[in-house]
């Protein structure tokens, strides 16, 4: 099966900063990658996939991720952030030996401050 | 379109009782997930269901069950609750499941055991 593991728990940042979210992930046969962001009392919201092609992924609110199968990553990243990204960010992996359920990682807080 | 949606949205019950969670998926949507969310363990599958069928199950014990109605609503059900059921329950809809395809997450419903 498929695991992800998100290196940060906690990353603190000022506001237009620039930020990366770490998450590697483990699989034996081909994933697919996600990031996933949850707001305070809310759902999920997708950020970003990556299913082939390109290995530089571009999403919503500005972010964009790399995948790198030689050191299996897939980090997220942002030039500058805002108050408003203050979440918690969930990377994922889904595959075809787990149905395509989403594994995901533990999440990383991303606390952006004035 | 009307996003995914959950009721309720809290939820109060004691140890050894029942509750049934429902989830309404965007319409078209045929394929519904569920997952745990807590602190601990943070996001776990539950099961998914396309087409009335279960097509995947995680690894929860056989109190937690669900099914899918003909309109593509789910419910899952929790019999015999325990203190460390208490959590964020999520229900996400696609429209098939297949390779890749997003995920669209409800808004939860948060369970609290006493």
């Known amino acids: 099966a498929q695991s992800v593991t998100q290196l940060d728990s906690q990353v603190p940042v000022f506001e237009e900063a620039p930020v990366e979210l770490r998450c590697n992930y483990s699989?034996?046969?081909?994933?697919?990658l996600f990031w996933y962001v949850q707001y305070p009392n809310q759902g999920l919201q997708l950020l970003l996939k990556?299913?082939?092609?390109?290995?530089l992924v571009k999403g919503i609110n500005g972010f964009e991720a790399e995948f790198n199968k030689s050191q299996t990553s897939f980090h997220l990243r942002k030039p500058s952030v805002h108050i408003s990204d203050t979440a918690e960010y969930f990377c994922?992996?889904?595959?075809?030996?787990?149905?395509?359920?989403?594994?995901f990682g533990k999440g990383t807080s991303l606390l952006v401050t004035p | 379109k009307a996003g995914v949606t959950q009721t309720p949205r809290y939820l109060i019950k004691t140890r050894g009782q029942q509750v049934t969670l429902s989830c309404s998926p965007i319409?078209?949507?045929?394929?519904v997930s569920w997952y745990q969310q807590t602190p601990g363990q943070g996001l776990q599958f539950l099961f998914e269901?396309?087409?009335?069928?279960?097509?995947n199950k995680g690894n929860f014990p056989g109190r937690f069950s669900g099914r899918q109605f003909s309109n593509s609503r789910s419910e899952m059900n929790v019999s015999t609750l325990e203190l460390g059921d208490s959590a964020l329950y999520l229900c996400?809809?696609?429209?098939?499941?297949?390779?890749?395809?997003?995920?669209?997450f409800g808004p939860g419903t948060r369970l609290l055991v006493l």
């Open positions: 996400a809809s696609s429209p098939t499941a297949g390779v890749g395809e997003t995920q669209y």
């Open positions: 699989s034996s046969v081909s994933v697919y």
């Open positions: 990556y299913l082939s092609g390109s290995t």
């Open positions: 994922a992996v889904s595959g075809s030996n787990s149905g395509y359920a989403l594994n």
């Open positions: 319409s078209g949507h045929r394929s």
């Open positions: 269901y396309f087409s009335e069928t279960q097509r």
